[in-house]
């Protein structure tokens, strides 16, 4: 070997698989340099527009003066649903029940009726305030606390799940309760409010930079109401700032509107609503109102339910009907239910058409199953912890059947006995219970409670075709690699992760893999970054691209060297080909001097998932993830006030990617949920208008908020049970229903005022005035 052959042995790969190099955006989101939408160099002669909105919840359009807003200063144009070229409509599923415009009648307080486009984007927001509208108003529903689920009208048809006979085993049950339980909604908060930018090209091209988790979705309703093929329309976006599910339909509505005056004014547009416009405008998580009837027996094991979700679902369809679906597939969460029975309702309202949220509906199913086990646990005078463990799946199958979904797929991944059983040992559970009945008993104004808590998530789309992604990897002369896939950036880490994977499948380092903005123009018919399948999908598909082009050096090196294939080893930043070694750069510059392909165009579905909704059954995930909680609070007994004084998260990610962006993930992700079951209330009043429609009078957690001791933790020994991604485990919407061990907690503390005999059936959120009147409810009760 030649000297320097010798000196490359001594390198290394720095930033593949299973290491946590840092989040490539980190220092550009603190130094300020990270470019966002809003970010971008306006071309010249950029446009800029503001929304009209409803000021009823539901009326007829009698008449709609907008001379004073054409009048206004800076005001270019006005735009109206009769100036959309194509299909008035950005409903997801094309139901036609989403106006880009309203068009004669208006469904939500809050709904565009039109659109201005001024010189500034001050001058158009307040040209938009001139307008002049007459409503016929209707009647409004708002809430659906009192509707009849089975008479009211339903945006899609619902979802019923069965197994067994509910019915009869419910009758038959030696014991039986049922009860009502209120869920809050929750405005997804991202930092960056909804933003596009389009700039108009020659024909009817367009190219619209959107904060979108969807970007083929957002280019197909753009050319819905353009009225042009999708290749006329190119969607790109860099990175979001939070999406969360918001930016999964709810982008397309500013896309469209932008896209629509950038061709018919030949300018280019942009849209950004201010945060109020956003929290009244778009969709939140959907609230709901959860019936449960359950039959169990003397020891606490569930025999029998039967559950009913009904949700807000807002005037249009949007993605309430998986929603609700989701909330169904997870009403288990870590428990066998011999027989069940559980149906969605997702109820028509004149609010905002409510859409994806972190979790899916899935969070909302956990609350429902975790109230259940409350109820059984105060019924039966145990440990609410003995009644989970009680009634945890069998993955092996030893009791019967004692690992069927309610959707008749088989749970044969699950490990949610031994992370409970690490968890409760780490947290040192039984001490500390110990210990908070001693604290309880000898405090008169301060109760303290605790639980821990189960999560178990299903991973996949429901939607089949959504389970699919695609990549394009370059490989240059210099050795160096441009990646790009159809997933977005919110964040989460996921450009990051995927050139992780790249970089492994080369063994270079990571610095040598480009990460580029996620654009229609280089991979078609991409799935939303939604379902936390982001990583799985496209990492997935990432590898098969640099497979194929691994696989071509491979086949050049045998032919040019006379070696075998299995004589050819990648090695850090070098390729060993028999008994010489060059870098990976000279074997790339080789290659390409003897015209070997080095680009690749990557492809992955997930295997074995299919679902038929008309009969409930399926295998509906490819895998679970799981994770446990365990929360500690202090309740102020005469405020409602309370403190988490320390939580305790021991969770499953498979072999990580990178640990340290999984642990972020999972940190903010029990934030998030904690904030959504206690401190975040969505209020509208009796005429529709959202009241908490700003930081002023909607309360995320603050850095205050956070458990004062927060000790988080990633299994070292699980990986996925199917052969994911290098057997990791998706980690964005899982954490998220960790927060129910805060809710839950409460509810123990409440619980102490009755000496631990009445069940509080505390609500969410859990405010400090919701968890007051929870107390004083239990001290009347109590007598």
Known sequence: MNKHTTELNFQTITGGVHSSPRHDSAHKHVSGTAVYIDDIAEPFGTLHAGLGLSSVAHGILKSVDLSAVRAAAGVVAVLTHDDVPGVNDISPSYMNDDPVLASGKVEFHGQPIFCVIAETRE???????LAKIEYEELPAEIDIWDLDVSTHRQVVTPLTLERGDAAVALAD???????RMRLGGQDHFYLEGQVSLAVPGEDDDVIVYCSTQGPSETQHMIAHALGVPSNAVTVEVRRMGGGFGGKETQANQCAAIAAIAAKKLKRAIKIRLDRDEDMVATGKRHDFAIDYDVGFDDEGRILAIDYTFALRAGFSADLSGPVGDRALFHCDNAYFLPHVRAKSAPLYTNTVSNTAFRGFGGPQGMVGA?????????????????????????AMGVDGERNLTPYHQKVEDCIIQRIVAELEESADYAGRRHAIQEFNDKSRFVKRGMALTPVKFGISFTKTESNQAGALVHVYTDGSVHMNHGGTEMGQGLHLKVAQVVAEEFQIDL????????????????????????ADLNGMAAQDAARQIKERLIAFASDSYKVSRDEILFLPNRVRIGSVEISFAELVKKAYMARVQLSAAGFYKTPKIHWDRSKGRGHAFYYYAYGAACSEVSVDMLTGEY???????LHDTGRSLNRVID?????GGFIQGMGWLTTEELWWDGKGRLRTHAPSTYKIPLASDRPKVFNVALTDWSQ????????????????????LSVLHALSDAVASVADHRICPRLDAPATPERVLMAIERLKAEKG
């Open 370 to 394: 975790e109230r259940v086990i409350d109820e059984i646990a105060f019924a039966v005078g145990k440990d609410p912890l003995e009644i989970r463990k009680l009634n945890f799946y069998d």
């Open 173 to 179: 049950a030696p014991r039986r309760l049922n009860g």
């Open 511 to 534: 610095d040598r893999v480009k990460i580029t903005a996620t654009t229609t123009a280089k991979v078609p018919n991409t799935s939303p970054t939604a379902a936390s399948s982001g």
């Open 720 to 739: 996925a049970y199917e052969p994911t991604i290098h057997r990791s485990k998706a980690v964005g919407e899982p954490p998220l229903p960790l927060g």
């Open 643 to 649: 403190i988490v004084e320390r939580t305790d998260i």
């Open 663 to 667: 642990i972020g993930q999972v940190e």
């Open 123 to 129: 001058q158009a927001r307040r040209a938009a305030r």
